[in-house]
């Protein structure tokens, strides 16, 4: 958990690789829908590009089938799920269905300022989705993806007004979402700031990990 553009994505891709899960992004997931044109997609866009979050019963629907799947039943990172009480709600229903338990929930903060840093110097490979920044990230060539040598771009919903609007609910709905397992003591929250590696290292200390 954490606000937009704290840097959940890619702690969520380190740690794939150090625990061999795989790293299930509601966000990806989305955009890759509205990428294919696929009916899903057409129902999210304006929610997405407009920094607002999909309705829960079609987050709902999303997130049980894809934990359904085979490669998910030795566990899996969730990335940006859930970030509402009733989400929270819906992933203690599906974790009871597969009988897996809930092991970690780690929320990374960050202070706004540098979250609109982050987030305003985003840049995105539209083909595989890797994630650069101007300053922190860069690629090889200026604004040529490393991995697919096409030109890279920036998300619609990382205009700074959407950026804050986006804050806006990151405030009003998923803290709430937070609260709850905050009040269940299993929420650790985890310093964001600083390089990538630092934070990495701080999450794996949260997970017990060496
Ligand atoms: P989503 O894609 O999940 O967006 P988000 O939560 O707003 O998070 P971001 O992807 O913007 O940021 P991040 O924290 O992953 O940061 P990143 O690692 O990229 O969701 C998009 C939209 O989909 C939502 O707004 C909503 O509409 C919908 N949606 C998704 N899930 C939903 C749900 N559950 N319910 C309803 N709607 C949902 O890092 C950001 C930048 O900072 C990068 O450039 C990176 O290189 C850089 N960076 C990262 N770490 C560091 C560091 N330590 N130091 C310096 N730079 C860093």
Same mark, same amino acid.
């Given at each position: 958990?954490?606000?937009?553009?704290?840097?959940? +994505?890619?702690?969520?891709?380190?740690? =794939?690789?150090?625990?061999?899960?795989?790293?299930?992004?509601?966000?990806?997931?989305?955009?890759? &829908?509205?990428?294919?044109? $696929?009916?899903?997609?057409?129902?999210?866009? +304006?929610?997405?590009?407009?920094?607002?979050?999909?309705?829960?019963?079609?987050?709902?629907?999303?997130?049980?089938?894809?934990?359904? !799947?085979?490669?998910?039943?030795?566990?899996?990172?969730?990335?940006?799920?859930?970030?509402?009480?009733?989400?929270? !709600?819906?992933?203690?229903?599906?974790?009871? =269905?597969?009988?897996?338990?809930?092991?970690?929930?780690?929320?990374?903060? $960050?202070?706004?300022?540098?979250? #609109?840093?982050?987030?305003?110097?985003?840049?995105?490979?539209?083909?595989?989705?890797?994630?650069?920044?101007?300053? &922190?990230?860069?690629?090889?060539?200026?604004?040529?993806?490393?991995?697919?040598?096409?030109?890279?771009?920036?998300?619609?919903?990382? $205009?700074?007004?959407? #950026?804050?609007?986006?804050? +806006? #609910?990151?405030?009003?709905?998923?803290?709430?979402?937070?609260?709850?397992?905050?009040? =269940?003591?299993?929420?650790?929250?985890?310093?964001?700031? +600083?390089?990538?590696?630092?934070?990495?290292? !701080?999450?794996?200390?949260?997970?017990?990990?060496?």
């Amino acid at each position: 958990m954490g606000p937009p553009g704290v840097g959940k +994505g890619t702690q969520a891709i380190l740690l =794939r690789e150090r625990l061999g899960v795989p790293h299930v992004s509601t966000g990806d997931i989305l955009r890759a &829908s509205m990428q294919a044109g $696929a009916s899903l997609g057409k129902q999210v866009r +304006g929610f997405v590009e407009g920094g607002q979050l999909v309705p829960d019963d079609l987050m709902g629907d999303l997130i049980a089938e894809r934990l359904q !799947r085979s490669d998910a039943r030795g566990g899996f990172i969730l990335d940006g799920f859930p970030r509402t009480v009733g989400q929270v !709600r819906t992933l203690d229903e599906v974790l009871a =269905r597969a009988g897996m338990p809930l092991d970690h929930v780690l929320m990374l903060v $960050a202070p706004e300022e540098e979250i #609109i840093r982050r987030l305003s110097g985003r840049r995105t490979c539209p083909q595989c989705g890797a994630v650069y920044h101007l300053e &922190s990230r860069r690629p090889e060539s200026a604004g040529i993806c490393d991995a697919c040598g096409v030109a890279l771009a920036q998300r619609p919903d990382d $205009a700074e007004e959407v #950026i804050r609007k986006r804050l +806006g #609910i990151y405030r009003a709905q998923t803290m709430a979402a937070g609260q709850v397992y905050r009040e =269940r003591g299993v929420l650790r929250e985890v310093d964001g700031v +600083g390089d990538v590696q630092q934070v990495a290292a !701080r999450l794996r200390s949260g997970l017990g990990m060496a």
